[in-house]
């Protein structure tokens, strides 16, 4: 038997372990990323001569249901053809059974990486308003993402805002294509590898940083919209955390945004992004009750030019009575 | 060696509905797990059991013992082929406890045990005697030793990665073999275990009077094989479900140095 150097050992773990693309139109390029759905790999079409990125399930062995799921999970983004959604181009079936879909490759930074060297918190705040606005739109299809965080959302080199992974998104009852699921009336569309925590009424879902606490105690029953405002709360959180002074008005969204109780939550991402618009707009926010004396600085912030243009007047005024007196 | 239990914040964590391992999407029984085996009342079922271990885990315990234990090639063969007899006779491999450790760890804590005792008695074990000898290549295990800066329980996985995939490759040589495939078989062996950096697939195609596109529906085939005949490894020597999944994250997950 032949000894096998470091480097052909690691040449042949990547012969088992990276998808076989040759009866696809696709040329295997690299590995992008493992997470735990599955793996992203940067692949060519060879027939449209563009890169996309194809995600494989991390799993040795792929069940017939599993790969239903899979393909279902590529439908339904396929589905949410939104500009903040990535868009999936094809699913099909490797010949080891895996499934695959192949979505946009998506160049640009994670928005934890655009955090860490944008510190503008008007310029963070815009792309938060545009994460709401696409999550907000798979709401209006009946979907939740169930695991947004910074690492799932992507600013793209012209500045626009992908959310990534809906690898454990839920259709809620009365969308979709009409399948209802055992946890009441939302189901999965796609499987998990690992990691799971049992509770006594359901399974945790997410990830335990940015996760609701429905989530977290994994009632899956009670798993609505409002999940996914908290999370994008616990998103605006990391957004604002280094910032020396935020204002009252952006911390009282990210606190109502992330409520412990959902009632006391905003009750769609569209509510929440209608806030950050207005705070943008240095408007009234829903989230906050001002004292008179905020509002007038508010107000003054706002017309600062009006301001600046009437005192500039009045002082003319007082100038010209002082002169003018004999 | 990657640890998927371990607490990960950044990790998504499913419902059973969604999970592989859920209660209602089970991988399928590990009907050739060896370890299984070891626990077996019948003897022969014992016997092949002890076989596979002893195949997939002794050349990484010689070297092991080498390494750590510094001990010289005689004795470091005495101790592997005493450790091997040992483990069947007392049939310790039954103990494991999937729920404490793996199994690989397991046979190395084992070891480390055995070679410790071995060394406080002072005894030296005789090869011959009552012992029941295995036939092993020591003298090419001996030549494979090279210096490592690796940890010794680092080295030990190492060793045992590189092991398991020098099995399949033989594995896979024998299937091809029984099959008819012998073709398949060189074109991997030229391509995949080649040492030769300009060969390519076109090379190949005029070096085996084949179209090009022929080496490539082989390649891929073959490789798809050799990818089934590591898991089915895999399966032999772990004991559950999860261990399979552990190891082959750690196996096929992790850059081995």
């Known amino acids: ?326 | 060696m990657i640890n998927p239990e371990k607490s990960c914040k950044s990790c998504p964590i499913m419902d059973p509905d969604t999970d592989i391992g859920g209660p209602l999407h089970k991988f399928p029984a590990t009907n050739h797990s060896a370890i299984a085996g070891a626990r077996s009342d019948d003897q022969l079922t014992r016997r092949r059991a002890f076989d596979t271990i002893l195949t997939s885990y002794w050349k990484p315990a010689y070297k092991y013992i080498r390494l750590k234990w510094q001990a010289n090639n005689e004795d470091a063969k005495d101790l592997t082929q005493g450790f091997f007899a040992n483990a069947f006779e007392k049939n310790h491999f039954a103990a494991y406890d999937a729920s404490k450790a793996s199994f690989q760890t397991f046979l190395r804590t084992c070891l480390d045990g055995f070679v410790a005792n071995e060394r406080k008695a002072g005894r030296r074990l005789k090869r011959g005697g009552d012992m029941e000898q295995y036939q092993l290549d020591f003298a090419t295990a001996e030549n494979e030793l090279v210096a490592s800066d690796l940890s010794p329980e680092d080295y030990f996985h190492r060793e045992w990665v590189r092991w398991m995939f020098t099995i399949a490759v033989e594995a896979l040589r024998q299937r091809c073999e029984e099959t008819g495939r012998t073709i398949h078989f060189q074109l991997f062996e030229r391509y995949d275990l080649r040492d030769d950096k300009d060969v390519s697939y076109a090379s190949l195609a005029k070096e085996f009077g084949l179209e090009p596109a022929t080496v490539n529906n082989y390649l891929a085939a073959v490789r798809r094989d050799f990818r089934g005949v590591v898991l089915e490894k895999l399966r032999e020597i772990t004991a559950t479900d999860e261990e399979f999944r552990t190891e082959t994250r750690s196996l096929l997950g992790v850059e081995v140095k």
């Open chain 1, 1 to 326: 038997m032949k000894w096998l150097s470091d480097d052909k050992l690691n040449y042949l773990r990547t012969v088992v372990a990276n998808p076989d693309f040759s009866s696809t139109k696709y040329t295997f390029i690299k590995e992008l990323a493992r997470g735990g759905m599955g793996t992203v790999y940067l692949a060519e079409d060879r027939e449209l001569n563009r890169l996309v990125a194809i995600k494989v399930l991390n799993t040795p062995e792929m069940t017939e249901d599993l790969r239903n799921r899979m393909v279902r999970e590529a439908q339904i983004i396929a589905r949410l053809e939104h500009p903040g959604i990535v868009p999936v181009h094809d699913v099909g079936t490797l010949p080891d059974g895996r499934v695959f879909y192949a979505m946009k490759f998506v160049r640009g930074s994670r928005l934890d990486e655009y955090a860490a060297v944008n510190d503008s918190i008007r310029d963070r705040l815009r792309k938060f308003q545009a994460v709401c606005d696409a999550v907000a739109f798979a709401h209006a299809h009946g979907v939740i993402h169930r695991d947004l965080k910074p690492q799932n959302i992507m600013i793209g080199s012209f500045g626009e805002v992908l959310v990534l992974d809906w690898g454990v998104a839920k259709i809620l009852g009365g969308h979709g294509d009409g399948e209802r699921g055992r946890h009441g009336d939302c189901h999965p569309v796609s499987p998990s590898p690992h990691l799971r925590v049992s509770t006594r009424d359901g399974t945790i879902i997410g990830t335990r940083d940015y996760m609701s606490p429905e989530q977290a105690r994994g009632e899956i029953d009670q798993l609505d919209e409002r999940a996914d405002v908290y999370s994008l709360g616990a998103v605006l959180h990391f957004l604002l955390k280094d910032q020396p002074k935020p204002g009252k008005a952006a911390e009282a969204i990210c606190s109502k945004a992330r409520a412990n109780a959902k009632e006391d939550r905003y009750s769609s991402a569209s509510e929440l992004s209608a806030d950050i618009g207005r705070l943008l707009d240095a408007e009234p926010v829903s989230a906050y009750q001002e004292s008179a004396i905020e509002k007038a600085s508010r107000w003054v912030s706002k017309n600062r030019f009006l301001v600046l243009l009437v005192l500039a007047y009045l002082l003319m005024r007082i100038f010209f009575v002082f002169t003018s007196r004999p």
